[in-house]
């Protein structure tokens, strides 16, 4: 049998807007396919029509759909936890960032706030003083700066003397004449935290003629 060039053009190309094909046999016997119907010379026993079926897209099964939905959940729950994992990490950064800065922080304060000390600059230990009407002038120095809630407090042969201040100095008058002890301590809330050595101090009281 032979085919005309028409026919392989059929069977290469798809046929997009006809449904309906014409098949029949010249004269020569060469077979014909066409969309437009066969010359009338063409007998009835030679000629045939044909219905081709429609052609329509296959709709995805159910299964390819929740495999694609499934693979798209699984891709969005990925980025989401990488998401979160960056998050996360950039959380811990800035938190282990801020703990150091307050580390440092913290490290310098209390290179700042070192423990404090005081001493008695005057009288010094075994001085003699003299005054007729008992003044005596004591003066202290500390390493560093009084801080918060810490006051000096001034012992008088063993007994406080007055309140709690944070001036280094003490004015006294009416002292009796002959041997006294000064010490002087930091105190805070009540508690002791420094304390000067003790410092011996003779007083005389010199005559009024």
Do not use: C
């Given at each position: 049998?032979?085919?005309?060039?028409?026919?392989?053009?059929?069977?290469?190309?798809?046929?997009?807007?006809?449904?309906?094909?014409?098949?029949?046999?010249?004269?020569?016997?060469?077979?014909?396919?066409?969309?437009?119907?066969?010359?009338?010379?063409?007998?009835?026993?030679?000629?045939?029509?044909?219905?081709?079926?429609?052609?329509?897209?296959?709709?995805?099964?159910?299964?390819?759909?929740?495999?694609?939905?499934?693979?798209?959940?699984?891709?969005?729950?990925?980025?989401?936890?990488?998401?979160?994992?960056?998050?996360?990490?950039?959380?811990?950064?800035?938190?282990?960032?801020?703990?150091?800065?307050?580390?440092?922080?913290?490290?310098?304060?209390?290179?700042?706030?070192?423990?404090?000390?005081?001493?008695?600059?005057?009288?010094?230990?075994?001085?003699?003083?003299?005054?007729?009407?008992?003044?005596?002038?004591?003066?202290?120095?500390?390493?560093?700066?009084?801080?918060?809630?810490?006051?000096?407090?001034?012992?008088?042969?063993?007994?406080?003397?007055?309140?709690?201040?944070?001036?280094?100095?003490?004015?006294?008058?009416?002292?009796?004449?002959?041997?006294?002890?000064?010490?002087?301590?930091v105190v805070q809330s009540g508690k002791v935290i420094a304390s000067s050595s003790v410092v011996t101090v003779f007083l005389h009281k010199?005559s009024v003629k």
């Open positions: 049998m032979k085919f005309s060039p028409l026919l392989l053009i059929f069977l290469i190309a798809p046929l997009s807007h006809a449904n309906e094909i014409y098949k029949w046999t010249d004269s020569k016997g060469v077979m014909h396919l066409s969309d437009t119907p066969p010359p009338k010379s063409i007998t009835s026993k030679n000629k045939e029509k044909l219905v081709l079926p429609e052609v329509k897209n296959r709709a995805p099964s159910s299964g390819e759909d929740d495999g694609n939905n499934t693979a798209t959940k699984t891709s969005d729950s990925v980025t989401t936890d990488q998401t979160a994992s960056v998050k996360t990490d950039d959380s811990a950064a800035s938190l282990s960032a801020d703990e150091q800065v307050t580390e440092i922080a913290s490290s310098e304060k209390k290179a700042d706030y070192k423990d404090i000390t005081v001493d008695i600059e005057s009288p010094s230990n075994d001085e003699t003083l003299r005054s007729s009407r008992g003044l005596m002038t004591i003066q202290t120095s500390l390493n560093r700066k009084l801080g918060i809630g810490e006051r000096l407090q001034l012992v008088f042969d063993g007994t406080p003397y007055g309140a709690p201040q944070t001036q280094k100095y003490w004015e006294l008058k009416g002292v009796e004449r002959g041997e006294h002890s000064l010490k002087v301590q010199t």
